[in-house]
């Protein structure tokens, strides 16, 4: 099973799902990879957001190797997941999409665990350290249920 996290500058919210599903991944030893691309290229190559790499390493995950990629076609045939953080994430995603069973691997990554809703995973990137906290908790809870359901669907 391959994974792709996707926002807008992938140096914020698409890095930290990245390196939470990575850790889950390894915590429940699933065959499952894991990468992530972001739509804007301003900060391409470059390494996650000093407060992102801050407090994911309080939490024991080191993302500070991972580097800002943009989003690419192929990733529609690489990735069998293609998770988006927000509805603008999802508008780009759909701007490139070739077909609907391109668009069927595609979903809001807060769906996990609030079915259905839509809802946004608010981007850290103008705010405080706190942001980046709640982005983080956000993250944990719904990376966790993707795994849980990996586990159960028998991947
Ligand atoms: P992210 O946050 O999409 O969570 O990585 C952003 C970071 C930087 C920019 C936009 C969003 N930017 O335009 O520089």
């Known amino acids: 099973m391959k994974i792709l996290m996707v926002c807008l500058g992938n ?7 990245e390196g939470i599903m990575r850790s889950k991944i390894n915590k429940y030893k699933l065959d499952a990879e894991v990468d992530s691309a972001g739509f804007e290229s301003f900060h391409t190559g470059d390494a996650p957001d000093f407060r992102a790499v801050r407090v994911m390493k ?6 500070s190797r991972q580097q800002s ?4 076609k192929s990733d529609f045939d690489t990735f069998d ?10 508008q780009d995603v759909h701007s490139v999409a070739v077909s609907k069973d ?7 990554i807060l769906n996990a665990i609030s079915p259905g809703s839509n809802t946004a995973v608010p981007d ?3 705010g405080g ?6 982005t983080y908790h956000l993250l944990d809870k719904a990376t966790e ?3 849980i359901e990996l586990i159960n669907g028998g991947q």
């Open 11 to 17: 140096i914020c919210r698409s890095p930290m799902a």
């Open 58 to 63: 309080q939490h024991g995950i080191d993302i």
């Open 69 to 72: 990629r943009l989003f690419r």
């Open 81 to 90: 997941l293609i998770y988006v953080m927000d509805s603008g994430n999802y």
């Open 102 to 108: 391109q668009m069927n691997k595609v979903d809001y």
């Open 124 to 126: 850290p990137y103008y």
């Open 129 to 134: 350290d706190d942001g980046f906290e709640r």
């Open 145 to 147: 249920k993707i795994a």
